[in-house]
């Protein structure tokens, strides 16, 4: 069973700095783009950042320059370093995955993790 964690949320004063972390487990065959979506109260679910497997990245506008997301092939895992944190940035963070997984063929799809709350407040 294919699983994503993700882990670093928390409460931060505005202008501070907070590292997500999402590991992937289970039986992956193939970890291909993975990314950071977030979601506040109210407001459709948006895409933060993705990198592919060969380390291209792609930001929202609203993050550029403030975050920035990597990833460790080897571990399976794929961080989102933010800084200069605001509080539009209040959401809960989700972790999002396309992998392969080998059963009776090969299957492909996106997987999501559960989601970690980031709260960005005085």
């Known amino acids: 069973q294919v699983q994503l964690v993700e882990s670093g949320g928390g409460l931060v004063q505005p202008g501070g700095s907070l590292r997500l972390s999402c590991a992937a487990s289970g039986s992956i065959f193939r970890l291909g783009t993975m990314g950071w979506y977030r979601q506040a109260p109210g407001k459709q679910r948006e895409l933060v950042a993705t990198i592919t497997s060969g380390g291209n990245t792609n930001y929202a506008d609203s993050v550029k320059g403030r975050f920035t997301i990597s990833r460790d092939n080897a571990m399976s895992t794929v961080d989102l370093q933010m800084s200069s944190l605001k509080p539009d940035d209040t959401a809960v963070y989700y972790c999002?995955?396309?992998?392969?997984?080998?059963?009776?063929?090969?299957?492909?799809?996106?997987?999501w993790g559960q989601g970690t709350q980031v709260t960005v407040s005085s």
């Open positions: 999002k995955a396309f992998i392969t997984v080998l059963t009776i063929r090969l299957d492909s799809r996106d997987y």
